[in-house]
C-alpha cells in the first residue's frame, strides 16, 4: 500500500494550497480518507477526514471554513484545498487512509507547508 501525498510548499498568509494524496494497493473505497498534521514540536493532529461514500467530512475547528476535503474515487486521490491560509497552519502534513472511524492504518510521506506572515 502506498499513499503519495504532494502539493505542498511555502506560501504568504491568505495564500491557497491543494494537497492531493494519491492511494494505490487498496480498494479506495474501502476506506475513509484524511489528513493529519504535524508542526515543529507538537504532536501529530487530526485536521480533517472523509468517510467511505464522501458524504462526511470533518474538520477540526482552526480550518473550518478555509479547508476542503474531498475525494476522487475514479483517481484513487483525496484532497485538500487550504484557503486563507495563516502561520499557524505551517506544518508536515500527512494523509491516512481508515478503514474504520478512529482507526488510522496506512500513512503517506508527508508535504510540508509553510506559511509565511
Known amino acids: 500500500v502506498q499513499l503519495q501525498a504532494s502539493g505542498g510548499g511555502s506560501v504568504q498568509a491568505g495564500d491557497s494550497l491543494r494537497l492531493s494524496c494519491t492511494v494505490s494497493?487498496?480498494?479506495?473505497?474501502?476506506?475513509?480518507v484524511g489528513w493529519f498534521r504535524q508542526a515543529p514540536g507538537n504532536e501529530r493532529e487530526f485536521v480533517a477526514g472523509i468517510n467511505r461514500s464522501g458524504a462526511g467530512k470533518y474538520y477540526i475547528d482552526p480550518v473550518k471554513g478555509r479547508f476542503t476535503i474531498s475525494r476522487d474515487d475514479a483517481k484513487n486521490t483525496v484532497y485538500l484545498q487550504m484557503n486563507n491560509l495563516k502561520p499557524e497552519d505551517t506544518a508536515v502534513y500527512y494523509c491516512t487512509a481508515s478503514p474504520s472511524a478512529g482507526v488510522y492504518e496506512y500513512w503517506g510521506q508527508g508535504t510540508l507547508v509553510t506559511v509565511s506572515s
Open positions: 494497493g487498496l480498494t479506495f473505497t474501502d476506506y475513509g
